[in-house]
Each structure stands twice: as C-alpha cells, then as structure tokens.
C-alpha cells in the first residue's frame, strides 16, 4: 500500500455541449463596419445658412414657405450683415408668393436677391423688395399668371376667385413699382406668358445687374 496515496487528476469541469467551455477563451464577435452617411440637401443648406444665404428651387408649397419665412426672419435677426436669397428654379402661387413677400418685407438689414437658372410665376415678385437684385448671365424670367383651381359651392368658388384676384393684384402692383412700369403693363405681360434673358429682364427693371457674363474676346 502506498502512502499517501497520489494525487487525481484535475477533473475538468462539468458543462453541456450548448456551453461553451470555460477554459477556451470567448471568441471575437464580428465587427460590421457602416459607411458614414452621404452629406444631403440638409447638410447644404446648414453650410449655406451659416453663410447668410438661404436657396430656394422648385415649387413652393407651404411647408417650404413657411421653411424660408423662418429662415430669414433668423437670419435678420441673428446679425446685421447682408442676407442673400438665391432663386434657382422658382415657382410660387400668391398665396406662397405673398407669404414670403411679407417676411422680405419686414426684414431690417440688406437684403440681395440672386437668381439663377428660371424663376416662374408669382416667384418673380420676391426680387421688389431687394436692395440688391442680380442675376446670372444665362437666367430667365417667365412673367405669367399662376393656375388656380376651386371646388365647392359656388359662394365658395365665388369667394376664392375674389381673395385670389386681390392677391394677385397686390403682387403685380410691387413687380410694377420696382420695375417702374404700369401695373397693367405687368399683368398684361404675364397673361401673354412673356419670357425674357437676364439682358431683357435687367432692361425691363427686374434686376440691377447681370453677373457673371464674360466676353468671347476676354474683354
């Protein structure tokens, strides 16, 4: 008989085969890598606004109103530094059009109205209350009378048709004071859909200045 006697082995620990065992260490869990998101029109319009300028393209409903209203009512108030409202694209109906127009009016420091590529519509009487109204060399400007639809009763219509005729109205007044031509003039212009070039609209007293223009011989 031996004394003492020897030592057992070590008896690994018990565990199931859904277990893992305690002497392996954990495996790695996997890493996903996920890409950063692409800067979108947010992102520009941040970089825009920290530089005083607001942009407005397409079609202004409501939602984009009220959106540029804010816009520049903060901008007004934020600094007394020039605020610029670029227009590329623009359309607007009156009611959109007298929204923005009332903000443009009411705002205290200078105001410079930029635009480029086509501004349509009523969206043409954001550049009346500008101190500074420019355009690129190949905009355009289409002077014509929104569409507008109504249904309803006919004292509905009625009264629609009426708010819509004074509002429209209103904005070819101040096209005309800042261009310096008869209201009727305007208003006939724009039932007739006339069109002009940055050259014609600067003639027609849209705006101060083309910008932009070179020469073919560099002059």
Same mark, same amino acid.
């Given at each position: 008989?031996?004394?003492?006697?020897?030592?057992?082995?070590?008896?690994?620990?018990?565990?199931?085969?859904?277990?893992?065992?305690?002497?392996?260490?954990?495996?790695?869990?996997?890493?996903?890598s996920v890409p950063a998101p692409?800067?979108?029109?947010?992102?520009?319009?941040?970089?825009?606004?920290?530089?005083?300028?607001?942009?407005?393209?397409?079609?202004?409903?409501?939602?984009?109103?009220?959106?540029?209203?804010?816009?520049?009512?903060?901008?007004?108030?934020?600094?007394?530094? *020039?605020? @610029?409202?670029?227009?590329? =694209?623009?359309?607007? !109906? &009156?009611?959109? +059009? #007298?929204?923005?127009?009332?903000?443009?009016?009411?705002?205290?420091?200078?105001l410079h109205v930029h635009c480029?590529?086509?501004?349509?519509?009523?969206?043409?009487?954001?550049?009346?209350?500008?101190?500074?109204?420019?355009?690129?060399?190949?905009?355009?400007?289409?002077?014509? *009378?929104? @569409?507008?639809?109504?249904? =309803?009763?006919?004292? !509905? &219509?009625?009264? +629609? #048709?009426?708010?819509?005729?004074?509002?429209?109205?209103?904005?070819?007044?101040?096209?005309?004071?800042?261009?310096?031509?008869?209201?009727?003039?305007?208003?006939?212009?724009?039932?007739?859909?006339?069109?002009?070039?940055?050259?014609?609209?600067?003639d027609y007293g849209l705006i101060?200045?083309?910008?932009?223009?070179?020469?073919?011989?560099?002059?």
């Amino acid at each position: 008989m031996i004394w003492p006697p020897p030592t057992p082995p070590p008896v690994p620990p018990f565990h199931t085969p859904w277990q893992p065992d305690p002497r392996q260490p954990p495996a790695p869990m996997p890493v996903t890598s996920v890409p950063a998101p692409a800067p979108g029109p947010d992102w520009l319009a941040e970089r825009l606004f920290d530089k005083r300028i607001v942009s407005l393209t397409g079609r202004l409903d409501s939602e984009a109103t009220n959106r540029a209203a804010a816009s520049l009512a903060l901008l007004d108030a934020s600094g007394d530094g *020039e605020v @610029q409202l670029w227009l590329h =694209g623009v359309d607007a !109906d &009156v009611d959109a +059009a #007298a929204t923005l127009l009332d903000t443009l009016d009411l705002m205290g420091v200078p105001l410079h109205v930029h635009c480029r590529g086509d501004v349509r519509g009523m969206a043409v009487a954001f550049l009346a209350p500008a101190d500074r109204r420019t355009a690129a060399s190949h905009a355009t400007f289409h002077l014509r *009378e929104p @569409q507008t639809s109504c249904t =309803g009763p006919a004292s !509905d &219509v009625a009264i +629609a #048709a009426e708010h819509h005729e004074q509002q429209l109205r209103r904005l070819q007044q101040r096209i005309a004071d800042s261009c310096g031509r008869p209201v009727d003039a305007v208003s006939g212009d724009m039932r007739d859909h006339r069109i002009l070039t940055a050259d014609e609209a600067r003639d027609y007293g849209l705006i101060d200045a083309v910008t932009g223009a070179r020469s073919v011989d560099g002059e």
